[in-house]
């Protein structure tokens, strides 16, 4: 293995690593070498995703949690020191999204999507932040989307809530650098995820318009952002942080 991108003896937390983006990018640490803790609010997903890893031959950890309970993020931090001693890595992963128009939008489901994207997300970087700041290094990641500059259709809070996720990564960033603590964010365009087959199923010819939209002319693999995350916990991206990359199949780059 290359060793700027060696992660052994490195630990990392995933929020929302059940499944699709989450538990491929957990895969891809573990097979870097990385002790995974893995967390989602459901608990049977993630003993499957562990004992994928503990295949691999690295140790993972399943501690259940609320991003949007402060007192669940405590429990995943102390027990990740309590099993590994540091919080080296962490990926903010847990997303959701409800497409409705905006004028008939309504307000609890703005701000549970804001909650659990935005707020979420804030609160798992400062509580792990803190370990981190403690240690004078570490690496946040927080997985923002296209949608965070690219407007999509009925889905108002999900692209504020990712907006205001690239901007926290900025700020958290230029912040904590004189801690050694880099923070980035990886925002993919439409991945075969079960919450992009939630959308599709609603809604008709959904996969064939992103596909006709994408340069590449696909829809993104959760596999496809496992490289980014390795990247961008590795010693390879010793120098980037505050950055954002777009894991879009060329969305982003392309005029209308």
């Known amino acids: ?27 891809g640490l573990a097979e870097s070498g990385a002790n995974v803790v893995l967390s989602s609010r459901t608990q049977s997903e993630l003993e499957e995703v562990a004992n994928e890893i503990r295949k691999i031959g690295t140790e993972s950890l399943v501690i259940p949690c609320d991003v949007t309970k402060p007192e669940d993020i405590q429990q995943v931090v102390d027990e990740t020191k309590n099993r590994f001693g540091s919080i080296d890595i962490l990926i903010n992963n847990a997303g959701m999204t409800i497409k409705t128009p905006a004028e008939e939008y309504e307000l609890d489901n703005w701000n549970r999507i804001v909650a659990v994207n935005l707020t979420g997300v804030f609160l798992f970087a400062q509580y792990a932040g803190r370990e981190m700041i403690k240690q004078n290094r570490g690496r ?28 926290l990564t900025k700020v958290l960033a230029v912040e904590w650098a004189k801690y050694g603590v880099n923070v980035n964010g990886i925002a993919p365009s439409y991945i075969e995820t079960p919450l992009v087959k939630t959308v599709s199923d609603a809604k008709e010819d959904f996969a064939g318009k992103v596909t006709e939209r994408t340069p590449l002319g696909r829809m993104g693999h959760p596999n496809e952002l496992a490289g980014a995350a390795v990247f961008l916990a590795s010693d390879a991206a010793s120098y980037i942080t505050g950055e954002t990359i777009f894991v879009d199949g060329g969305w982003t780059a392309l005029g209308l």
């Open 140 to 167: 946040i990641i927080n997985i923002s989307s296209v949608g965070s500059t690219t407007a999509l259709t009925g889905s108002v809070a999900y692209c504020a809530s990712k907006g205001g996720v690239n901007m």
């Open 1 to 27: 293995m290359n060793s700027l991108f060696n992660l052994s003896g490195k630990t990392a937390i995933v929020t929302g690593a059940g499944r699709g983006i989450g538990k491929s990018i957990a895969l």
